[in-house]
C-alpha cells in the first residue's frame, strides 16, 4: 500500500490555473474511477473536492476540477484564489478494497 | 447538520492500548460504510480502516492489521477503532469519515483526536 505520488509544492498567482497530479499504479487509481481529492487548511479536517475522478460535491466552486489518464489523476484549480492556499490530497480505492492517500501537495498563491 | 465527533484520544505508552469513539448524527448512521483516517504530526493523510454499514466487510491498513479492531454500534449511532500494541509510529490525530454512495467518497470527517504514543 504504496502512497500515491503528488508533487510536494505547486504554486501559482491568483487568477491562474494550476494542476496536481497524482500517479499510482493499475491497481488503483488506473483501475478504478473511484480517485477523491481533498482540501486541507492547517488545523481543519479535509474536505472532499472532487469524487469518482470528475464530480464535484454540491457547494464546491466550478472552479475545482478532475481528470484521469492511465494511472494518472490530476487535479486542476482554474483563477486561482487567495483562499485556496492548501494542502490536497488525492485518494484512490484499490484492489485489495483499500483505499490509499497521496503524498500531499502544498499550493501556495504568490 | 451531519456531524461526527470523535473521543478517546491522549497520552499512552508504547504497547498500551487506547479505544477512539465517534458519535455520528443528524444522517442515518447504519447506511453508510465508515472509516478512520490518520494524520501524524506534520505529515499526510493515512487511511487506516473502513466498515461496512451491517459490520459484514471490514478492511485494514497493513501498518496497522492485527493491532487494530474497528467495529460499530448502529443502535448508539457510534463507530469505534480499538488501538492495541500501540508504537509512537501510531502517533497522529485520527478522524473518523463517512463513505457516501461511491468509494472513496469520504463526504463528512470529524474534528479529529489526537492520539500521543511517548514513553
Known amino acids: 500500500q504504496s502512497a500515491l505520488t503528488q508533487p510536494a509544492s505547486v504554486s501559482g498567482s491568483p487568477g491562474q490555473s494550476i494542476t496536481i497530479s497524482c500517479t499510482g499504479t493499475s491497481s488503483d487509481v488506473g483501475g478504478y474511477n473511484y480517485v477523491s481529492w481533498y482540501q486541507q487548511h492547517p488545523g481543519k479536517a479535509p474536505k472532499l473536492m472532487i469524487f469518482d475522478v470528475s464530480n464535484r460535491p454540491s457547494g464546491v466552486s466550478t472552479r475545482f476540477s478532475g481528470s484521469k489518464s492511465g494511472n494518472t489523476a490530476s487535479l486542476t484549480i482554474s483563477g486561482l484564489q487567495a483562499e485556496d492556499e492548501a494542502d490536497y490530497y488525492c485518494?484512490?480505492?484499490?484492489?485489495?478494497?483499500?483505499?490509499?492517500f497521496g503524498t500531499g501537495t502544498k499550493v501556495t498563491v504568490l | 447538520e451531519v456531524q461526527l465527533v470523535e473521543s478517546g484520544g491522549g497520552l499512552v505508552k508504547p504497547g498500551e492500548s487506547l479505544r477512539l469513539s465517534c458519535a455520528a448524527s443528524a444522517f442515518i448512521f447504519s447506511s453508510h460504510t465508515m472509516n478512520w483516517v490518520r494524520q501524524a504530526p506534520g505529515k499526510g493523510l493515512e487511511w487506516v480502516s473502513s466498515i461496512s454499514s451491517t459490520s459484514t466487510y471490514i478492511y485494514y491498513a497493513d501498518s496497522v492489521k492485527g493491532r487494530f479492531t474497528i467495529s460499530r454500534d448502529n443502535a448508539k449511532n457510534s463507530l469505534y477503532l480499538q488501538m492495541n500494541s500501540l508504537t509512537a509510529e501510531d502517533t497522529a490525530i485520527y478522524y473518523c469519515?463517512?463513505?457516501?454512495?461511491?468509494?472513496?467518497?469520504?463526504?463528512?470527517w470529524g474534528q479529529g483526536t489526537l492520539v500521543t504514543v511517548s514513553s
Open positions: 469519515a463517512r463513505e457516501y454512495s461511491s468509494r472513496a467518497r469520504f463526504d463528512f
Open positions: 485518494s484512490s480505492y484499490t484492489s485489495s478494497s483499500t483505499y490509499v
